[in-house]
């Protein structure tokens, strides 16, 4: 389609762009009824907006591409937060109350150029760190508490009046409150010298979420905080403000707001959190303007007087491209996924090895998934979970693992396909390849082989031994230069003793019958043969297992 990168449609007919956005949409209502009514999120918020954005690309996509016959998505979706206009605002659910005030969500930004541009023109800035928690508002009338409501669809939410007398931080009573107090704020969980960048967060939104939707409230809850961001209709200063929230029973507000005057001062804060203890879990920090509109005009979707600077995930999210099997030298087939170039951390990623094909379809991951990948140790990408599989699963076909293993593959024969196959190519190329680290050729790697047998110089383990310079130079990937640097490399492999050659041609470490069966293998007694030829001897001893193996 002549729109297709500009906008990164994939390559579908409307049908299919219906049926995908339908199941979406469809998983998307749940993730939202299941935040609204119980409070817990099922996925990372950062996942939520790709897949919401995901959603409007193809939706955008579909009528692009469509006829008259498919001008509209049959089943959109209105993100939980894009309702502004009050009149269409349903009516009030059994046990749910409405907010005095709508909670505003959060625009996030991704860097310190961000915050730079955000701040032109701003003063009275404040930092805070955005906890990992479960937003709820807080009613005080005449100072008493009347009301705990979760934030829901941040226009109405579910009443926990009834656990707001398990939870200590909590004042119940405020002898110098306002005739009317509505505050908005972050239930979390208590902890001691807690560090995000060490520890991640886990699972303290969900803790503390799964405390709160009990029928019957847990002692636990006596561990769970309250952190106030807002006060919607308070002092115009922030210093004010935070004054009286600390003498109404709410100190950590003031303990963790700072002024920021530059994108630098946010950066340090940004990174301080991120690496020192504090006594809660925190995914960022949130910049305000201590000027805030009054409360009747605060409505639910991101608004202008504050926004998130969010932590680096632990891991990304992207898109699966290709599903790719290669076959081993000893006939081990791993399972390779080709990804849309995802950044995690420091390194770029475009492919992840998920292992044997049966932790393949473990795991049921095919073109146009999407997936989460993370770095494991010594920086490796994994796959970390598939966030979203696609409604329509293409066909495909891994190759079967009864016909590769330690004695297939040892050659090539062209002019039988069922043998010269893809995946044997892969096998005997890995072959090659363990062979020339093996017998130390320095600068001859898996590029090297590919292009030699590509070009049908190299059909077995031993072809390679009788080339000369001008065959070499004849391979387009090869050239003149390098094929000097190459034909010494063969030539200094001959002079390798005999053990190393063992090891070269993949002489199994195992029982006496399984080298047996190497060795009477046709295609290795004629690599044995050109070694006598080439007079490659054991330069330590005769009595190697390997010579004696031989000799039989």
Not at 48 to 77: A, H, K, N
Request: with cysteine; net charge neutral.
């Amino acid at each position: 389609m002549a729109f297709a990168n500009k906008v990164n449609c994939p390559e579908w007919s409307p049908e299919k762009f219906q049926h995908e956005i339908a199941q979406l949409t469809q998983q998307i209502a749940k993730w939202d009824h299941l935040y609204r009514q119980q409070g817990m999120s099922e996925i990372e918020d950062e996942i939520y907006d790709q897949l919401l954005e995901t959603l409007g690309i193809w939706q955008r996509c579909l009528t692009r591409e469509s006829d008259s016959s498919f001008t509209s998505v049959s089943t959109p979706v209105i993100p939980i937060n894009s309702v502004t206009d009050m009149s269409v605002i349903p009516a009030l659910q059994e046990g749910k109350l409405h907010h005095p005030v709508q909670h505003t969500g959060l625009r996030k930004l991704k860097g310190i150029e961000d915050i730079r541009q955000w701040l032109q023109g701003r003063t009275g800035v404040w930092l805070q760190p955005k906890i990992d928690g479960i937003a709820v508002t807080l009613v005080y009338e005449k100072g008493q508490l009347v009301r705990l409501i979760s934030r829901g669809d941040g226009i109405e939410g579910t009443d926990w009046m009834d656990k707001s007398a398990f939870i200590p931080t909590i004042p119940k009573r405020i002898e110098n409150a306002p005739e009317r107090l509505v505050l908005q704020g972050e239930l979390f969980w208590q902890q001691e010298n807690h560090r995000q960048s060490i520890a991640g967060s886990q699972g303290a939104r969900s803790k503390v979420a799964g405390l709160m939707i009990r029928k019957t409230p847990a002692p636990e809850l006596k561990h769970v905080g309250i952190f106030i961001w807002g006060w919607p209709d308070g002092a115009n200063e922030m210093a004010v403000k935070l004054a009286r929230l600390s003498d109404m029973g709410f100190p950590l507000t003031s303990q963790y707001s700072h002024p920021i005057t530059a994108a630098e001062d946010a950066e340090k804060r940004w990174q301080d959190y991120f690496v020192q203890p504090l006594p809660f879990a925190t995914d960022g920090v949130v910049l305000r303007q201590a000027l805030e509109p009054t409360g009747q005009q605060w409505r639910t979707g991101s608004n202008s007087w504050a926004i998130a600077w969010k932590y680096p995930l632990r891991q990304q999210m992207t898109t699966v491209t290709g599903v790719n099997f290669t076959v081993g030298r000893t006939g081990r087939i791993s399972v390779v996924l080709d990804l849309e170039k995802v950044k995690v951390d420091d390194r770029h990623v475009s492919r992840v090895n998920i292992g044997s094909i049966k932790r393949w379809k473990q795991w049921n991951v095919y073109p146009g998934d999407k997936i989460t990948v993370a770095l494991a140790g010594h920086g490796i990408p994994r796959l970390d979970k598939v966030v979203w599989r696609m409604a329509e699963r293409p066909d495909i076909q891994p190759p079967d693992g009864q016909d590769y293993h330690f004695l297939s593959c040892l050659a090539l024969v062209p002019e039988n396909e069922s043998n010269d196959d893809h995946y044997c190519r892969q096998q005997f190329i890995a072959r090659l390849t363990w062979l020339g680290e093996k017998l130390h050729m320095k600068g001859v790697g898996q590029g090297t082989w590919s292009a030699l047998v590509k070009h049908g110089l190299v059909t077995n383990l031993t072809d390679w031994l009788d080339l000369d310079k001008s065959q070499l130079e004849a391979v387009p990937q090869i050239g003149t230069k390098r094929a000097a640097l190459i034909l010494s490399q063969f030539q200094q492999a001959t002079l390798q003793p005999l053990s190393r050659w063992h090891e070269a041609i993949g002489l199994p470490y195992a029982k006496r019958e399984k080298i047996r069966a190497f060795l009477q293998h046709p295609e290795i007694k004629a690599v044995i043969h050109v070694l006598a030829i080439q007079g490659i001897k054991n330069q330590a001893e005769n009595r190697d297992i390997g010579d004696r193996n031989i000799a039989e």
